[in-house]
């Protein structure tokens, strides 16, 4: 792949960006263009592909932890901080209209939302979307984290925390680091389970959300719920 610099004009990120729009460059282009250098003997078009390749594409990119991205050769902590204030860029303007107005207003939304947060993560992990009485949104909280395979989670901590944050309603959102975002029985179980100990205390459990690779899946449409 040619370095930036050997590119015409009308070819390089920046200017096509400004020319053409930002739906006009691949993945790569996009990246590189907020990578801005690569490495010694590495092109910056080079380094937007192996990151891209070692977060499993743009989903897993924008899910990645600091973590994730130190253990990427050629992210130092300028390239890190960059991606990281643009995902929660990213996670900030598909919460804010959540916590405006009610959030089956924009179903889709919701499911991008925690796909954000949630997909392309090694473990498995477990959260909560907590919503007021008008089912907006207050704060999505990670509680759980498992294995590769299971997570523990305790439905006295969903109640306690739900009690904490005065919620009148909340969503249940969990990965599948297998990228298959189909219920398990488990799920099933661990849903009705949630859903009994929230009764007890007028908390309603309006979905289950799993996230896959490029998947989320409710519950709640599946008649699961």
């Not at 009308?10 to 990246?31: H, S, V």
Request: proline share 5%; net charge neutral; hydrophobic share 50%.
């Amino acid at each position: 792949m040619p370095l930036l610099k050997d590119l015409p004009v009308d070819q390089r990120p920046r200017e096509k960006l400004l020319a053409r729009g930002p739906a006009a460059l691949a993945d790569g282009e996009l990246l590189a263009l907020l990578l801005r250098t690569g490495l010694a003997g590495e092109g910056v078009f080079e380094l937007a592909q192996r990151v891209l390749a070692g977060c499993g594409g743009v989903a897993g990119l924008l899910a990645a932890t600091p973590e994730t991205l130190s253990r990427i050769k050629g992210l130092g902590p300028a390239k890190r901080a960059e991606l990281l204030a643009v995902m929660e860029l990213a996670r900030r303007a598909l919460a804010e209209p959540m916590r405006s107005a009610p959030v089956f207003d924009a179903p889709q939304t919701v499911k991008d939302y925690v796909a954000l947060q949630l997909g392309g993560r090694e473990h498995e992990v477990f959260a909560v979307l907590f919503l007021d009485s008008q089912h907006r949104l207050i704060v999505m909280e990670e509680l759980f984290r498992g294995s590769l395979s299971q997570t523990s989670v305790y439905p006295r901590e969903v109640v306690r925390r739900a009690l904490a944050l005065n919620a009148g309603a909340l969503i249940l959102a969990h990965n599948h680091p297998s990228g298959l975002a189909e219920p398990s029985r488990a799920d099933e179980f661990l849903t009705q389970t949630l859903r009994q100990a929230l009764q007890l205390v007028d908390v309603r459990v309006l979905d289950h959300l799993v996230v896959g690779r490029g998947c989320v899946v409710s519950m709640a449409e599946r008649g699961l719920l």
